[in-house]
């Protein structure tokens, strides 16, 4: 079996790059071949004029800590087969809850992954909630699209983003020390899952 990989370009505006990714360490390059008993997802953010470059936490249905995403960063998670829903927040930003009760800034998405597929998951600040203005929100809106493998937009995406690797056991630690916040982020991206 041919494995493919993907290069990482060496960016020469490493200030895009967060700081603060001390749940995950950079690699050199991404493999992106699913085992034959597996799914391989791959998370990719770009780097946005809109991004506060705040990192976002990605967890699944289970609150398994899969990663943090930068801006202009990739990483991917093997899972098993079956559904899947993929949940990602600003662990610091939200705007408060007892004040803005109807606002949700959880990204959200479902799959189906089938053993030995490769999926694509872009995590996309989505700051065009205000109508036609050009201006960027001051809040991250959030959103989590999974995209077909030849999308021309994700190719230009995992071009211009740096590989890193999660390190799921201290990532795991900080989930499970959050838990309630961690729930309450699931709850309000299941909101958006169940919406027609």
């Known amino acids: 079996m041919s494995r493919r990989w993907i290069l990482v ?38 780097s946005s004029p809109c991004d506060g ?26 899972l098993a087969p079956g559904h899947h829903e993929f949940f990602a927040w600003q662990p610091s930003g939200d705007l408060p809850p007892d004040q803005f009760p109807f ?18 998951v872009t995590v996309v600040i989505a700051n065009d909630r205000f109508g036609i203005r050009r201006t960027c929100s001051n809040y991250q809106w959030l959103a989590l699209r999974l995209v077909d493998p030849g999308d021309a937009d994700l190719k230009l995406t995992i071009s211009g983003t740096r590989a890193w690797a999660p390190d799921t ?9 959050d838990r309630n916040e961690v729930a309450r982020h699931i709850e309000l991206g299941k909101r958006k899952l169940r919406r027609p």
């Open 9 to 46: 370009l060496s960016l020469a505006g490493s200030a895009c790059l967060s700081p603060k990714l001390s749940l995950m360490a950079p690699v050199s390059a991404l493999e992106v071949d699913a085992p034959a008993d597996a799914a391989l997802v791959v998370f990719a953010r770009e």
């Open 53 to 78: 470059g705040e990192d976002f936490r990605v967890v699944d249905e289970g609150a398994r800590f899969l990663g943090d995403s930068a801006p202009a960063s990739k990483f991917a998670v093997r």
């Open 103 to 120: 606002v949700n800034q959880v990204g959200a998405v479902g799959a189906e992954l089938a053993p030995g597929h490769v999926y694509y």
């Open 169 to 177: 056991a201290a990532g795991q630690r900080v989930v499970d020390a």
